[in-house]
């Protein structure tokens, strides 16, 4: 590297959060997410840079169990038995992306197949048990993980696969951009780490359908936000008296 090319990397400002989180998801095929809930983490990893390719999600439960990351038989209407491949496999198959959200959640049983899925490509592989078909996670491949704490509470071995690591623990622009212009202020202030009444995102989007569906804005906001249900009702007030 030239002293050229060294000023210009050291003159580039520090990346935000999200900023890293995308740089990570860009160049990196193994990516933890990690945080405060309801900041986007899921819907960041479902979306962002896919670039036509697909995403898979698993929802990591205590109850979960392999067929959900790697198949299960299942029974035809004619009576036989075929193999229904879970979504870890399909995201393997088309070099899609695989998006692990609350691993930490993960039990002990399923542990071991998210090891294999996460090995490097010249390891990995799996045998259908059905076409005795090997499969190996194709070109693309890449799994970004979510969860809501700190990467400690992963077990090591999932923790050494997770090299790249990022924490965020403030709403991710793109999903506030994705709500209803009304709710994106609000959103971006309550969202906040630093909020004294903090909600999640998903709470937001709740609250909009809601809405939609009953026009009854005290009331959403009462179930939805009790502890500033009366700032959230003002403050959209004066928003709509404001675009009259």
């Not at 959640?105 to 010249?122: F, W, Y």
């Not at 996670?137 to 993980?145: N, Q």
């Amino acid at each position: 590297m030239n002293q050229q090319e060294t000023t210009a990397i050291d003159q580039q400002e520090d990346l935000s959060a999200w900023q890293r989180a995308e740089f990570a998801i860009e160049h990196s095929n193994r990516v933890l997410l990690y945080g405060l809930p309801g900041t986007g983490k899921t819907y960041f990893g479902l979306t962002h840079g896919l670039t036509g390719k697909h995403s898979y999600r698993l929802a990591c439960t205590e109850e979960m169990t392999e067929a959900d990351l790697i198949g299960f038989w299942r029974r035809e209407a004619s009576g036989n038995l075929k193999w229904q491949e879970g979504v870890g496999i399909k995201a393997w198959r088309e070099g899609a992306r695989l998006v692990v959200d609350e691993v930490n959640r993960i039990n002990g049983d399923v542990e071991s197949k998210l090891m294999m899925l996460l090995d490097t490509e010249a390891s990995a592989s799996w045998q259908n048990p059905d076409t005795s078909e090997v499969v190996k996670p194709a070109l693309g491949f890449s799994v970004v993980a979510t969860m809501n704490g700190m990467p400690e509470d992963l077990a090591p071995a999932i923790l050494d696969r997770m090299i790249v690591r990022c924490e965020v623990n403030d709403p991710n622009p793109k999903a506030i951009e994705a709500l209803p212009q009304y709710l994106r202020g609000l959103a971006t202030t309550f969202t906040n780490q630093e909020a004294s009444h903090r909600y999640s995102l998903r709470s937001f989007v709740e609250f909009h359908r809601m809405f939609e569906s009953s026009k009854n804005l005290r009331a959403c906001a009462q179930v939805v936000f009790p502890e500033v249900s009366e700032a959230i009702v003002d403050a959209l007030a004066i928003s709509q008296a404001e675009a009259i």
